[in-house]
Each structure stands twice: as structure tokens, then as C-alpha cells.
């Protein structure tokens, strides 16, 4: 479960970073203002949407960073001293320029840090999802 305080504080984190007031922030990642109002003040917790936007909108926005605090911001930083750091003969190739949620789960997997998986979601753009379990 997220904690509502502790995202709200990382939320901060990405507005000063950028620079933005919270209105210019929710025009930016296409949702009203009220919305990040209400988070920002603890009255709404962040909806799977909320958080997708932000993540398709800033790619330095790790999502276990954002929804734990696990990892670091901005993103871009840790995967140059984690390329630097990697093994040539690394057996994981990376997914995606623009996927951090992506790249964050490889590097967990490639570490051990992640655990066995129960399921995977894809949601669509088109509103339907597929679900796969063990």
C-alpha cells in the first residue's frame, strides 16, 4: 500500500525539480488542478492513472521511487552510474529509452532484488487490460 504522506512529499520533489506550481504541473501531465490539490493536501489518494501520467510525462520519474521511495530521482543520474558500473557480460539487455518502470524491474531482476512474480497487468490505452497469473 502507498503511503499518501510520503508520495505527496515525493510529489513536491518532482514539481520543485521542474520548477512548476501545482496548476502548471497538471496541465503538463493532462489532469484538472483540483486534482493535484486534493493529493497534494492529503484529501485524495493518487489513482494508477495519476501516476501513469507522470510517468509517460517525465521519464526521470522512477515508479518505485515515486510510489515507495525506493531508487533515486531523477532517474536519468542512477542509470549512467548503473551502466558504468554493470558487467560487459550482463546477460540483461535493455527495454526502452522512455520506460523507467521498464528499466528500473530489469535492474531488480538482473540484482536478485526482485521477487517471484504472482502476476502481470497490461492496461491499454484503449481502457481493456490482460491479466497473466502464475
Same mark, same amino acid.
Given at each position: ?50 501516476? &501513469? ?5 517525465? !521519464? #526521470?520519474? @522512477? ?7 525506493? %531508487?533515486? /530521482? ?33 535492474? &531488480? ?5 526482485? !521477487? #517471484?512474480? @504472482? ?7 484503449? %481502457?481493456? /487490460? ?5
Amino acid at each position: 500500500m502507498v503511503n499518501t504522506e510520503d508520495f505527496t512529499k515525493r510529489l513536491q520533489q518532482v514539481l520543485e525539480y521542474y520548477g512548476l506550481s501545482a496548476s502548471a504541473f497538471a496541465d503538463r501531465i493532462g489532469v484538472q488542478r483540483s486534482s493535484i490539490s486534493h493529493i497534494l493536501s492529503g484529501r485524495n489518494k493518487p489513482s494508477l492513472e495519476f501516476v &501513469l501520467r507522470i510517468l509517460q510525462t517525465y !521519464p #526521470e520519474v @522512477e515508479l518505485y521511487w515515486l510510489l515507495n521511495g525506493k %531508487g533515486s /530521482f531523477p532517474a536519468k543520474k542512477e542509470k549512467q552510474q548503473t551502466e558504468h558500473t554493470s558487467s560487459p557480460t550482463s546477460s540483461v539487455q535493455p527495454l526502452s529509452e522512455t520506460s523507467s518502470a521498464q528499466e528500473t524491474a530489469a535492474r &531488480l531482476y538482473a540484482s536478485g532484488e526482485l !521477487p #517471484e512474480l @504472482e502476476r502481470i497487468v497490461f492496461f491499454y490505452k484503449d %481502457g481493456t /487490460f490482460k491479466e497473466y497469473t502464475r
